[in-house]
């Protein structure tokens, strides 16, 4: 089993920034690459950002230009720099190691418990 933790979260005003970081206790032979989902209240959990085998990445629309994910050397940790945060980025922000898995591909595997971000105008 893996587990994911997540840290980092915190309030912080419109236009401020905040470093997320998310730890892995073990990056499995099937990994295939770590991302990062949120969930705002009332909204179903939305795709943020991912990087695959540390090497290409990918962001959701709202976030492009002001969020970047970078993965560490042990592929174990993972960040997510959030710059000129805005009021609709509060949400509960998730860290996620994917996997392959079997003819799926790579999926979304081991999540960890989230953390708060709340962004106030």
């Known amino acids: 089993q893996v587990q994911v933790a997540e840290s980092g979260g915190g309030s912080v005003q419109a236009g401020g920034s905040l470093k997320l970081s998310c730890a892995a206790s073990?990056?499995?032979?099937?990994?295939?690459?770590m991302g990062w989902y949120r969930q705002a209240p009332g909204k179903p959990r939305e795709f943020v950002s991912l990087?695959?085998?540390?090497?290409?990445?990918t962001y959701a629309d709202s976030v492009k230009g002001r969020f970047a994910i970078s993965q560490g050397n042990d592929k174990n940790t993972l960040y997510l720099q959030m710059n000129s945060l805005k009021t609709e980025d509060t949400a509960v922000y998730y860290c996620?190691?994917?996997?392959?898995?079997?003819?799926?591909?790579?999926?979304?595997?081991?999540w960890g418990q989230g953390t708060q971000v709340t962004v106030s105008s």
């Open positions: 996620v190691l994917h996997t392959i898995i079997g003819f799926q591909g790579c999926q979304p595997n081991y």
């Open positions: 990087t695959v085998n540390q090497g290409s990445t």
């Open positions: 073990r990056y499995p032979i099937s990994g295939c690459g």
